[in-house]
């Protein structure tokens, strides 16, 4: 079925089953599937397809750009880039007086000062502004955990891992994923408090996550917010 609302039109499938109550269900591919009791009115179908039409949208909208891969950027005017779970634009200005390219971040916009207006100068500016960011945002999480634990790391590190979004080895030296400053703090908080649970159990065994669940009890939905939010935390 194909329904318009406040402009837009979205198509979704009803599937009707012995069930009390209708459902509005999304796949990883972004279709959406409406499942309600055998002899449910369109119009009751619909009205709860309205009720929830922004959250639809958006959500439909993701996952089809999700399956894309990686999100492409660009260095231009108003590009939006991620940090700290919030989406804010940048905008570039030239000063061939300045010693190094940086970043000024002001709450609204991430304003990029490069020598010259090349690409990959605004690029690498982006990608020191968030080793920094992790890096600083990392060694105050752990200082704000630690009370937890009986030993403290010896090391800290940011990487560009492809693969992990933090380690820790038996000499408690640990490594974190620079594209962390782009999640929110109770993330960053989550994969932190991972990593210091394996300064005391080294394997992801049911005592580790006993662990985790106890210092951190919605620890999946952090993991899922990394899930779902990877493919968009680039630069």
């Known amino acids: 079925m194909n329904h318009t609302f406040l402009g837009e039109t979205i198509h979704f499938d009803i599937n009707y089953k012995n069930r009390k109550s209708i459902g509005i269900y999304l796949d990883s591919y972004g279709h959406v599937e409406v499942q309600a009791p055998r002899g449910t009115p369109d119009e009751s179908i619909l009205k709860l397809v309205e009720d929830n039409w922004e959250a ?10 999700r399956l894309k891969g990686d999100q492409e950027k660009v260095y231009v005017q108003g590009e939006p880039f991620l940090y ?79 693969k992990t979004w933090g380690t820790c080895d038996a000499k408690r030296k640990m490594t974190f994923n620079w594209k962390l400053a782009m ?41 899922n917010w990394l899930a779902v939010s990877s493919w968009k935390m680039t630069v």
């Open 56 to 65: 639809i949208l958006e959500n439909s909208k993701e996952r089809k750009e």
């Open 84 to 162: 700290l779970g919030k989406t804010y634009p940048i905008e570039v200005h030239q000063d061939p007086t300045i010693k190094q390219d940086h970043i000024k971040f002001d709450d609204k916009t991430m304003h990029v000062f490069v020598q010259q207006m090349e690409e990959e100068r605004i690029k690498q500016a982006l990608k020191r502004f968030y080793y920094q960011r992790c890096k600083a945002m990392v060694e105050k999480s752990i200082s704000k955990h630690q009370h937890h634990f009986k030993t403290k790391p010896t090391s800290i590190k940011v990487t560009d891992s492809k």
């Open 183 to 223: 999640a929110p703090p109770e993330v960053i908080d989550y994969v932190v408090i991972h990593e210091m649970c394996h300064m005391v159990h080294l394997n992801h065994d049911r005592s580790f996550w006993r662990l985790v669940g106890k210092i951190v009890p919605d620890y999946k939905e952090k993991e």
